[in-house]
């Protein structure tokens, strides 16, 4: 049901004029974040794993639909597991300028929490957020149709927003608290996070508030 969902908010998004591509995690091979800060450092994880390759795409492109089932009312492993490697895209802000949005079929329910993970998650590496679609698909059959109308709508929307640089102002005023508090934190850590810091000096990002 989920990768229905991702599918169709694509397909709504190539209609809308994106190129569009599905990365399906449950194809891949992530290992689990170590937490040794080695990203922080070099600006790279020493693991050899398809890790690359998703932040690869996702650098790559203009918007992302993140998607996930409700695992006991948050995201499932697979997707956890890729939020936690991405820890240095939080720091550089990778999605800086980006769109996204996300998907989340649910049994009984919490989808609307689980997508509000997704959606925190994609703000905080820097994007702004264009909407979220979920649904309990437990014992109503019209759910999952109805849920995939609206994420083709949604599929849709997000192109449009790329296509107008869409501004959200609230997610903007989030955005500038979250720069100046990885600003303190990379200051404070210039020696362990060198890669960081060498980043944001060549973004100019230290110095301005
Ligand atoms: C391990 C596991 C945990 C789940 N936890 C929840 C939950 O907390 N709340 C809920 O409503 N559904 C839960 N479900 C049901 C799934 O979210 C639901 O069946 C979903 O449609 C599965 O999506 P998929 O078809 O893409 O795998 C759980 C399913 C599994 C396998």
């Known amino acids: ?3 229905r969902l991702v599918e169709t908010a694509l397909e709504g998004a190539r209609q809308a004029g994106a190129e569009v591509e599905v ?28 890790f690359g390759y998703v932040m690869g795409r996702i650098a790559a492109a203009d918007g992302v639909v993140l998607g996930s089932p409700a695992y006991f009312d948050s995201v499932t492993p697979r997707m956890m597991t ?12 990778r999605l800086r300028g980006r769109y996204g949005c996300s998907v989340c079929p649910a049994g009984t329910g919490g989808e609307g929490r689980v997508v509000g993970y997704m959606n925190g998650f994609l703000v905080a590496c820097g994007a702004s957020v264009t909407g979220g679609t979920g649904a309990a698909l437990g014992s109503d059959p019209g759910a999952i149709d109805r849920a995939a109308e609206a994420a083709h709508a949604m599929g849709m929307d997000l192109a449009a927003a790329i296509r107008e640089k869409r501004v959200y102002p609230d997610q903007a005023d989030r955005h500038r608290a ?19 810091y060498f980043y944001w000096a060549q973004q100019g990002w230290l110095l301005s508030d």
């Open 82 to 93: 890729l939020m936690d490697r991405m820890s240095d895209a939080i720091h550089c802000q």
């Open 23 to 50: 990365v399906d995690l449950a194809s891949l091979r992530i290992h689990d974040c170590k937490g040794c800060g080695a990203c922080y450092k070099t600006g790279r994880c020493p693991q050899d794993d398809d």
């Open 1 to 3: 049901m989920t990768l």
């Open 178 to 196: 979250i720069m100046k508090w990885l600003r303190c934190r990379i200051v404070a850590n210039k020696e362990p996070w060198a890669h960081d």
